[in-house]
Each structure stands twice: as C-alpha cells, then as structure tokens.
C-alpha cells in the first residue's frame, strides 16, 4: 500500500516542481525588462522568492525523495532507463540551482543579463522534462 501512496506523492511533487521550472524563468524576463527599484521589480522579487521557497524547492526535495524510494523498493537501480532518468533529474536539478542563484541575483538587484536570455532558458526545463517522461514511460533499455 505505501507504493502506490509514494508514487502518488512522487508525480504530485513532480508536477508542481515543473510548474515551478517552467514559470520561474518567465518570470524573470519580465523583471529583466523592469528597471531596477521600480514597483514591478519589487513585486517581481517578491513572487520569484516566494515561488521558488514555498513551491519548488520543496516539490524537488519530495520529488528526489519519494523517487529514490520508489527507484529502491522497485527495484529499478540497475535498469539503464533509470540510470539516465537520473541523470537527467540531476541536469534538472542543476537548473534549480542556477535558477536560485538568478532569484538572489534579481533580488540584489545585480542580473545583467537580457530578457531573450531567459526566453531562452525557459525552454531548458521542457527539454529536460520530455527526455525524463520518454524515459520513463517507454523504458527503452
């Protein structure tokens, strides 16, 4: 009974850490196009912190953990598809990791990076997660 429950838990925390990875790099290119110390950068902050504290960070500690769980009692450490799913969570994760860094980074109001920059991040996070849902749904090896 606690795997399925685990399971549950795991693509719950799955779905709303990409939510969370696919809307924190919009974010970012509407606070780049607004000047620093304006109201929309304050509240932008605001929005990116509270996303990133309150949403992701912990659906990426339940996604890794129910996860691992899930990869041990079932089984799966040795199958290759596992392997490489996990190499790219780890990609994945990463990613959080930078993107953390560009909230604090907006937050102390020192991004210089452009708007089209982070138009083209936002596409890392999709690409990262259509690898992992074909790796687990089609297990190729």
């Known amino acids: 009974m606690l ?3 685990l399971k549950i838990v795991h693509i719950l925390a799955v779905i709303s850490w990409m939510a969370g990875m696919l809307y924190l790099p919009r974010l970012f290119v509407y606070h ?12 932008f902050k605001v ?7 309150a949403i992701m960070t912990p659906a990426m500690i339940l996604t ?10 079932g089984a799966f450490l040795q199958s290759g598809w596992l392997q490489a799913k996990f190499a790219l969570v780890v990609l994945m ?6 993107l953390a860094g560009t909230v ?3 937050g102390s109001d020192t991004n210089v990076r452009p708007a089209r920059f982070y138009r083209v991040l936002n596409e890392v996070p999709t690409l990262l997660m ?3 849902v074909i790796l687990v749904v ?4």
């Open 32 to 43: 780049a196009e607004a000047p620093a110390g304006s109201p929309q950068s304050e509240t």
């Open 130 to 132: 259509i690898g992992i």
């Open 93 to 98: 994760s990463g990613v959080h990791g930078w």
């Open 3 to 5: 795997y399925p429950t």
């Open 104 to 106: 604090r980074r907006f």
């Open 138 to 141: 089609a297990k190729p090896f």
């Open 64 to 73: 890794w953990l129910a996860g691992l769980w899930l990869a041990w009692e």
């Open 47 to 53: 929005m990116e912190r509270r996303l990133l504290r």
